[in-house]
């Protein structure tokens, strides 16, 4: 027994030592250097909306189902467009050319490709059903947290479901995203943070008897929830986005017992703009015969994710060159201010009705529309004007714009209009004058 031991014991060290010669000799260090470090970034370069080549670190992960790439210069370099005051929203695109190449699709040169997606493959036997039923999800999930404003929003990229029981057969259901805007718009604050979440969720489940969850019924429900009635993120519309990106992320995580979740999250402020993504991420999708497998893996595609480029105004898309020339304004010239005081900052609340009726100057503005008084008049006009930047989410121009339109509705006397629109009353209506006085 001991000379067998020792046999084998010889023979691990002969394999020891030929692995060892095989091996990649490690590279010559000089005495008075420092040795090198082996980072795990990859640079990849990528082609913009705009056409542009830019690079963007990867970092390897160990996330076997998703691949993200950030950016974190693409809204906080030292130049570009700055975005304080102003209006953004999130835009997300897909990198897929085989949905978004339109000559391709138009040709019909995509028509006799491979199958991303093989339902046969995934189908069951009637055999199989009658013991068991089973159902599949495949789900990944992009989640925003906007801070000033504070709003979260989540939406599905991409949903693969399976279902395959005894009582209702086998039915699936495919659904991607293409384009779209992942929230409305709102205002860039002087420390506004952008924090993404991509996550991909997949869940299998296995039972003798029942009917599994619809996901996709779930995801349709609550991206009726998530899409706001109105253009723009408000306090008063904020948390009924958060609630429905809440319902959706406590949905897909909980439908299913065995389950494997992937996440990567990046946060950066956002100072100024680029026509760059702010991150790029590809997915796969594994076998639905069994989702721990992680190799030959289909790619689902990938997606971009990008800033809409700032405006200045939500009451008009005109703009005119500052007094100095140096930045951009909004022109109201052709603005009615019965347009801006309709505008909808949320669900049957226009600017109208939270003026006139939220903020409880009714007895303000009838005493003001009998004494004209300057101290009263400027308690009023900082009201509206505080208001409309902080509830109402606009930034410094539309809240004097908002301000002078008030002041010019049938709820004011001439009187009343009068002393309210004084500069050295009003500094809102000083902001008014400044931009109407270089039309």
Not at 152 to 181: C, H, I, K, P, V
Not at 229 to 256: C, E, G, I, Q
Not at 277 to 282: A, E, K, M, R
């Amino acid at each position: 027994m001991r000379t067998q031991a020792i046999l084998m014991l010889a023979a691990l060290t002969g394999c020891a030592t030929q692995a060892d010669k095989s091996a990649p000799p490690a590279p010559p260090v000089a005495s008075d250097e420092a040795a090198p470090v082996y980072t795990s970034s990859v640079y990849e370069e990528i082609v913009t909306a705009s056409g542009r080549t830019t690079t963007i670190e990867r970092v390897k992960d160990f996330l076997p189902f998703i691949d993200v790439a950030m950016n974190p210069d693409a809204a906080s370099a030292s130049y570009g467009y700055p975005m304080e005051d102003r209006y953004t929203r999130v835009r997300i695109e897909t990198l897929n050319p085989k949905v978004a190449d339109m000559q391709g699709t138009a040709s019909g040169a995509y028509t006799n490709r491979d199958p991303d997606r093989d339902y046969r493959k995934e189908s069951r036997g009637w055999l199989a059903r009658m013991f068991s039923s089973k159902s599949v999800n495949r789900t990944l999930m992009v989640e925003f947290e906007i801070s000033k404003p504070n709003v979260r929003s989540t939406n599905a990229l991409f949903s693969a479901s399976f279902s395959s029981n005894n009582q209702d057969g086998e039915t699936w259901s495919t659904d991607q995203s293409m384009a779209l805007y992942a929230t409305p718009w709102f205002k860039v604050s002087s420390n506004t943070a952008l924090t993404t979440k991509l996550r991909m969720q997949l869940a299998d489940q296995r039972e003798s008897t029942g009917a599994n969850a619809n996901v996709l019924g779930t995801l349709t429900r609550a991206a009726n929830l998530i899409a706001p009635s109105v253009p723009l993120v408000t306090y008063f519309s904020a948390p009924a986005m958060t609630s429905a990106s809440n319902f959706l992320d406590s949905s897909v995580s909980t439908l299913f017992g065995r389950s494997i979740t992937e996440q990567s999250t990046g946060t950066m402020a956002l100072k100024t703009w680029e026509d760059e993504p702010l991150l790029i991420v590809y997915a796969a999708m594994p076998d639905p015969r069994d989702i721990r497998k992680t190799k030959n893996l289909d790619m689902l595609g990938g997606w971009a994710i990008y800033l809409e480029e700032p405006i200045v105004s939500m009451f008009t898309s005109a703009t005119q060159a500052s007094a100095n020339g140096s930045d951009e304004w909004p022109d109201y010239s052709e603005v009615n201010g019965a347009d801006i005081l309709s505008f909808e900052i949320a669900t049957n609340k226009t600017i109208y009705s939270y003026i006139f009726v939220d903020l409880g100057l009714a007895d303000r503005i009838s005493e003001l529309n009998d004494t004209a008084d300057p101290e009263l008049a400027r308690q009023i006009c900082n009201r509206i004007d505080r208001g409309l930047a902080e509830f109402a989410g606009l930034n410094a121009w539309d809240s004097a714009a908002g301000v002078y339109a008030a002041a010019r509705s049938d709820m004011m006397t001439q009187v009343a209009q009068d002393v309210l629109l004084k500069p050295e009353t009003c500094e809102a209506a000083q902001r008014y004058q400044k931009l109407i006085s270089v039309y």
